[in-house]
């Protein structure tokens, strides 16, 4: 999501002291035992009402019906779901360093448009049904939708406006072609509703073991980019200075958005706002230093992402509502509230 606003230089950061150092540890701390607690609550709470007991059965007992709940479903979707909040509140970092847009998201660059526009051809004209089967055309459309907006965005040249500007020109390209295929075709839209809206009830250990690489990979290469991304976002020229390689930055910060939004959006679909409203939140009380805005980032994406999914669990029972719906609801005022303080700011 792209606002109007001049990307502006920063000077140089100041020498951090001892005491928000411990402070920014101490709540990095806190930032775990948060996710500690929220891992447990999406294993304790589903749609199907179980009590502390039947859980404690269902992970420590040998087989039944509450291991098949908890073990099988419960575990694996609470896995995928930290895998998947983290790989998202991190690219969401790394895209706003990139872009200097603090309202920058992951679907800035069409990555997650991508990764759909993929699928809808895989189901629709290949006959592909399983997740198995159509997680891997997720990855590559992600992945070259990411060079074409490298390419159109001036390669060598780019620039943050240049990026963004592609990126919106070949998501909504892509989300005309997504719409009118399954329009189109009944049986596409059938397969696809669910999927399109982000979700984490198809999770098995099996997506897990395909995209845990991709994952990881995204996520250490994300982790590096810290000091590289903190000296561009002071501006090209002080960044050039400080010694800096801007256009191998870019390269690198691509390609980590890049995996990191193709694996979470080919296991979970395209869910939205995680990647944006955390790494802005974490940004109002770390400071501008990626170095601790890409850890805290990836501790509380995943809060927001299973506290979502526990909430679609309970409104709704005995259905659920999908994770991506959820965080569409909670995103949409938090987003529009961040526009207009960052506009109010500017006047």
């Not at 420590?60 to 930290?82: E, H």
């Not at 960044?239 to 256009?247: K, S």
């Amino acid at each position: 999501m792209l606002v109007d606003s001049p990307p502006q230089e920063r000077a140089p950061s100041v020498p951090v002291s001892p005491s928000r150092r411990a402070a920014r540890a101490v709540g990095l701390l806190l930032s775990v035992l948060i996710l500690m607690a929220v891992v447990l609550a999406s294993i304790a709470i589903g749609a199907k009402q179980l009590s502390l007991g039947e859980v404690w059965h269902g992970l420590f007992g040998s087989t039944g019906t509450y291991a098949d709940v908890v073990v099988d479903d419960r575990i694996s979707r609470t896995v995928l779901g930290v895998l998947a909040g983290a790989a998202l509140g991190l690219a969401g970092a790394v895209l706003q360093a990139l872009t200097r847009n603090p309202l920058a998201d992951p679907g800035l660059l069409g990555i997650n448009a991508g990764a759909s526009a993929a699928v809808v051809t895989a189901i629709t004209f290949l006959g592909v049904t399983s997740l198995s089967g159509y997680v891997w055309f997720a990855f590559a459309g992600a992945a070259g939708v990411g060079a074409l907006v490298w390419f159109l965005g001036g390669s060598r040249g780019a620039t943050p406006v240049r990026l963004a500007l592609a990126g919106t020109a070949i998501s909504a390209a892509l989300y005309g072609y997504l719409q009118a295929v399954m329009i189109l075709d009944n049986a596409a839209l059938n397969k696809m509703r669910f999927w399109t809206v982000g979700s984490l009830t198809s999770a098995t250990d099996s997506t897990i073991r395909q995209v845990l690489p991709f994952l990881v990979a995204g996520m250490a290469l994300a982790l590096c980019l810290a000091r590289p991304l903190n000296a561009m976002e002071m501006g090209d020229d002080t960044a050039r200075a400080l010694g800096a390689r801007l256009n191998r930055t870019r390269v690198l910060s691509m390609l980590a958005a890049t995996v990191l939004c193709g694996a979470a959006t080919a296991a979970c679909g395209p869910i939205v706002f995680v990647g944006l409203m955390v790494p802005h939140v974490v940004r109002s009380f770390t400071g501008p230093d990626l170095r601790w805005i890409l850890p805290y980032a990836a501790v509380l994406s995943p809060v927001l992402l299973l506290g979502a999914d526990v909430i679609g669990r309970v409104v709704a029972r005995p259905s659920e509502l999908q994770v991506g719906i959820v965080t569409a609801i909670l995103g949409g005022p938090v987003f529009i509230f961040l526009v207009r303080r960052r506009r109010t700011a500017q006047l």
